[in-house]
């Protein structure tokens, strides 16, 4: 087998075992807390006879081990099980708000991954001027404000400072594309806020890193331009780290969309699971929180296949 | 003792105005956290120095007791990730073998799933107070302390002082204690300063969407969440909350940058 296609082979078994060890630890570990699924439904009041009947029917008196598998089992069919607070079908549910909550994330990484890198560009292009002092200082304040605060300051500015927005982010089946993208657009404007900083910062390490090597001397020696010896001779080197470090903030986008569609109160995903945290709704939380980790999972294991795939030294063995 | 620069002069007073509120909220604070004072959302005029929230309380006084909170729960919560993250890791780094692969493995796996996930799955199960909070934070945390010092100890454990500790039959508690403790303390210390932020963050999301601090007491996340309406009436209630999580944040940064380029140049050379 060839080695590149080895590692990716190997990289990606790794990341599903991983997969399926937390699983294991979103089910079994959260058994294994104190607290009774029957007595948080029905309250501290009930009978015990009542109790009793409502672990038969949810299937609480099987061993923990049988219900993981079976959960599991249901899981990879697409069966989450009903929610224990309105008996409605999870899997509905979600299919029902993961489209709201993708279209949220993908508007923002649209955005957000080329703007990150034209700027993490610039700021390698003028290293310790101007240009990289202001993006540095913005980016590195912005890093260290959680979403909700930043969100709220963005709401402020553009509802009230300046009105062009509205404050809640409404979206309903049957809305038109440009209606939606409207409704959305605040949002939007927070999540690229919040990823733009990391995203842009490890872009301009990447570039930097690069522009110490010999042959980029060479290159200005011979007499280019410092946009060309960026683009024709550090970029296509940086790519490999850059786009680890795109992937990798995607990533990071998963948690920031729970916190910001809360905020703007966007039914989707983010704030279905925190609903039903509050409620103390376990299917409910195991299952998103489930879906959740999954595609943090799987975007840190695509960020280091592209590495694996960039890296010209692996590509031709010896 | 050389010159503090500006940035970290800014940080230390900032951080320690507020340390200072909290402590001495009684003094500090011009009325109660729970007085029912004034109208709904008043703007700020000078009996009401940053306005009034959602149902008439002082915006300020309630800050200066919220700081209380939120930097009681961070600072125990970065206390406790602090001593279990770098035991473990000491413990991992000296002797290896198959407690280092068992956690090392564990925490490979809790750190592959953000971390509010995590903690919302657990709150979802545990009864929310302030000890659950700051073990959940802490225990969370500690994954990231663990791999820190962990990397710290394992250059530090083959060190010729360490292996003459070892040769002159000292025990484990004392090859971590008095051999490696005292040598990985000062990237340490820089560390606790950003893991402080975090866990500042962390509450503050949480109290946020509501799973964290609960009424009465009060945060400076659950402050945002109380008055979040307040923006669509034109009002800046919410933001005052939001400011000082900002202010805390970066002042605690600015600070924990300045240990953090002081003790690397430490290690480069002495005599500087």
Known sequence: MHPVLKLVVQRIALGLLLLLVVSMLIFIGVEALPGDTAQSILGQSATPQALENLRQTLGLNEPATTRYFKWLWGFLHGDFGKALTNGQDIAAAIGQRLGNTLFLASCAAVIAVPLAIILGLVAARYQARWPDKVISGITLSTISLPEFVAAYFVIYLLTQVIPIFQPVAMVFPGMSFWAKLNAVALPVIVLVLVVLAHMMRMTRAAILNVMESAYIETAELKGLSPMRVIAQHALPNAIAPIVSVVVLNLAYLVVGVVVVEVVFSYNALGQYLVDHVSKRDLPVVQAVGMIFAGVYIGLNILADVVAILANPRLRHPK | ?272
Do not use: H
Not at chain 2, 153 to 181: C, P, T
Not at chain 2, 201 to 210: A, W
């Open chain 2, 1 to 272: 003792m050389r010159r503090i620069p500006l940035s970290a002069l800014i940080g230390m007073i900032l951080t320690g105005g507020f340390l200072f509120c909290a402590i001495f909220a009684e003094w500090v604070a011009p009325y109660g956290y729970d007085e029912v004072l004034g109208k709904v959302w008043e703007s700020p005029s000078s009996t009401y120095l940053l306005g009034t929230d959602t149902i008439g309380r002082d915006i300020l006084s309630r800050l200066i007791y919220g700081a209380r909170i939120t930097i009681f729960v961070a600072l125990a919560a970065s206390i406790l990730s602090f001593s279990l993250g770098s035991f473990l890791g000491f413990l991992a780094a000296v002797r290896g073998g198959w407690i280092d692969q068992v956690l090392s493995r564990l925490v490979d796996v809790v750190m592959s799933v953000p971390s509010l996930i995590i903690a919302l799955v657990l709150l979802s199960v545990l009864d929310i107070n302030l000890t659950v909070l700051i073990f959940v934070i802490g225990i969370l945390d500690a994954t990231r302390v663990f791999r820190l010092s962990r990397a710290v100890a394992m250059d530090i454990a083959v060190m010729d002082y360490v292996e003459a500790a070892k040769l002159r039959g000292e025990g484990q508690s004392w090859v971590i204690f008095r051999e490696i403790l005292p040598n990985a303390l000062s990237p340490l210390v820089a560390e606790f300063g950003l893991r402080f932020i975090f866990a500042v963050l962390f509450i503050s999301t949480l109290s946020f969407l509501g799973l964290g601090i609960q009424p009465p007491l009060m945060d400076w996340g659950g402050m945002v969440k109380e008055n979040k309406d307040a923006l669509v009436y034109g009002k800046s209630a919410a933001l005052m909350p939001a400011l000082a999580i900002a202010l805390l944040a970066i002042s605690v940064n600015l600070v924990a940058d300045w240990v953090l380029t002081r003790t690397s140049s430490l290690k480069g050379g002495r005599g500087g």
